[in-house]
């Protein structure tokens, strides 16, 4: 979470949807906080939900990726 605005922070821009610049002011007004902190708000509340359901690895040297696994098919001939 954010302690301080900060200049020094890095500045990444993206392309939202009408209807999500919408719920970014409604919640920025609700919250009474900045876009920005709405929208790490939102994204640690996703992360901690994908760590607690299992989609996420925080440990060193394990990847995500190995927890989705594929079936191999075998190929008609």
Known sequence: ???K???S??????RLSL???HQLKD???TMGRSGGDVIEVAIDRMYREEVR????MI???QMPE???KVEKKEELK
Request: glycine fraction near 10%.
């Open 66 to 68: 190995e927890n989705y």
């Open 9 to 14: 922070k890095p500045v990444h821009s993206f």
């Open 59 to 61: 440990r060193e040297g």
């Open 27 to 29: 919640l920025s007004g």
């Open 5 to 7: 605005n900060s200049p």
């Open 1 to 3: 979470m954010p302690k």
């Open 19 to 21: 209807e999500c610049v």
């Open 53 to 56: 359901f299992g989609n996420l």
